[in-house]
């Protein structure tokens, strides 16, 4: 779905281990531009949900052609690459 070139980072309060984290929050960053980012994005989340038994899985991407918010920013800085 996102290709071989992706990279993903989990970020937020699952890398707190004093957080009591319910989600987990992933953003992938993506070489190519995406044509429906918010599709992407959807299913992705879906995807891993069910691979991690419905956990609530918020998913950020990164691309070319995407506007850079600051969850970006907090994401590249503070996020670990899987």
Known sequence: ????????????????DTANGG?????????????NPALMAAQMSAQVSRTMHG??????????NLMRLPIHDIAFKKGQLL
């Open 23 to 35: 989600d987990i929050d992933l953003m992938l960053e993506l070489p190519e531009p995406v044509n």
């Open 1 to 16: 779905m996102a290709g071989s070139q992706v990279r993903v980072r989990v970020f937020g309060s699952r890398l707190d």
């Open 55 to 64: 956990r609530k899985v918020d998913v950020l991407l990164s691309a070319p």
